[in-house]
């Protein structure tokens, strides 16, 4: 009678709660492409990302190359298969690694929050901010603002490790995220768990989490994740340090309207006392008997800087909008300022027949007649900022827009 061979099982290994969040990734697409385990970059012990199989010594016996390894959960669930392709001894008796392809079995039911967990890819128009702790407004103010510029959906994540997630702390960081996706025409909430993420190496916690954001392919990333001790530290400090922004530009470019506007948005998302220097309104109070002279402008845009940077040292946000036509001035409100607190120069390069067009004040025509003898722009020059951190010409871009790349800016130290 012909004898029928039957398939040798295959070894079967119950994963950890660590090891089923590091699947959950694998599968998930956010542990780099293809789905696979990767042997350790030494012997001496798993790298830290991708990650690494450690098979007990028990188990590591019968595996070799070509065989396959199913990964249960404690319930003894088959939720996926290996497929051997290397196998490394650990440097101790523990047991080996293995890599190789992995194959999903069935879906994963352990918690926390099964339904909210993401994968891979997201899709090009989805905006992801990433968060460890729940966020104070100023991020979700600039998450919104990132939104509207880029006409994207958000996609807000809670982001822990294995034991940081299976605590009180991180369902409340979920309800908060939930709470501030509700206010967002197309925001939703996802969850991100990163074993090893609050290792006490913390640069390369942060790699972790990078990588893995990296893999989600989303159009944009805000990443505001970090562990407990650097957060608080950041808050403080970001609480402490006050900014000037000072807008240069010809006259009738715009600038005292993205002032305006600028002062606006940031009375809605910032705590910092929010105070606007406008260049015709320091003209009467703090240049009053000031000409137009070089010298006279010179000192004017001085003094502008000085108090802006007083107002900076005191943790408070100044926004400057003198015409500032001079290179020279311009740095030396920047050295003001920046001994105080961040600073950002918008240059405002609306060009000149655009802001002759408007002549609100009949400026430009008083100069072209001869009565403005030293008017910027006609009878004296305006010189091109060498270093601007963002040029806006208002006649191509709109105010909302423009606001919205300036807050970018300022408040790109958030994300880092």
């Known amino acids: 009678m012909p ?29 780099g492409t293809p789905a696979s385990y990767a042997l350790p970059s030494s012997t001496t012990g798993p790298s830290l990302w991708p990650p690494a199989l450690l098979v007990p010594q028990a188990l590591a016996g019968g595996l070799t190359n070509s065989s396959e390894l199913h990964l249960t959960d404690p319930d003894g669930t088959p939720l996926a298969a290996v497929t051997i392709a290397q196998i490394c001894p650990a440097s101790t008796s523990a047991g080996v690694f293995v890599a190789g392809r992995v194959t999903a079995l069935q879906p994963a039911e352990h918690p926390p929050f099964r339904h909210l967990r993401v994968k891979a890819p997201l899709g090009p128009s989805t905006l992801v901010a990433a968060f460890s702790r729940p966020p104070h407004p100023d991020q979700i103010k600039m998450v919104a603002h990132a939104a509207r510029r880029y006409a994207s959906s958000v996609l807000l994540l809670a982001v822990q490790d294995s034991d940081g997630s299976r605590h009180r702390g991180f ?38 989490v990078q990588s893995t954001l990296q893999n989600l392919g989303a159009a ?51 705590d910092r006392a929010v105070t606007l220097l406008d260049g015709d309104e320091v003209r009467r109070f703090l240049s009053a008997g000031l000409g137009f002279s070089r010298a ?107 606001t919205s790349q300036i807050i970018s800016i300022l408040y790109r130290d958030l994300a880092s």
């Not at 070894?11 to 969040?21: G, I, K, P, T």
Request: charged share 25%; with cysteine; aromatic share 4%.
């Open 3 to 31: 004898r029928h061979s039957h398939p040798v099982p295959a070894a079967s290994m119950v994963l950890e709660e660590q090891q089923l969040d590091e699947l959950d990734l694998i599968l998930g697409g956010l542990a």
């Open 296 to 402: 006279d402008r010179e000192t004017n845009v001085e003094r502008i800087g000085w108090v802006a940077a007083l107002i900076a040292k005191s943790s408070g946000i100044a926004i400057c909008a003198p015409i500032a036509p001079f290179e020279s001035t311009r740095q030396r409100v920047r050295e003001l300022a920046s001994s105080a607190g961040r600073f950002v120069l918008v240059h405002v390069s609306t060009p000149l027949d655009i802001c002759e067009a408007r002549d609100r004040k009949g400026l430009y025509a008083k100069a072209r007649a001869g009565l403005l003898p030293d008017f910027t722009g006609i009878g004296s020059p305006y010189e091109q900022p060498l270093n601007a951190d963002l040029e806006i010409d208002t006649s191509a871009t709109s105010v909302d827009e423009a």
């Open 220 to 270: 944009h990333v805000l990443d505001f994740c970090c562990p407990a001790d650097q957060d608080d530290e950041h808050r403080a400090a970001h609480r402490s340090t006050g900014a000037v922004v000072l807008f240069t530009g010809l006259s009738g470019s715009g600038k005292s309207t993205l002032a305006r506007a600028l002062a606006e948005q940031l009375h809605q998302l910032d």
């Open 171 to 208: 369902d409340r960081l979920v309800e908060v995220l939930e709470l501030c996706a509700a206010s967002m025409p197309a925001g939703e909430v996802g969850v991100l768990v990163i074993p090893g993420f609050l290792t006490p190496d913390a640069a390369n916690g942060k790699t972790r």
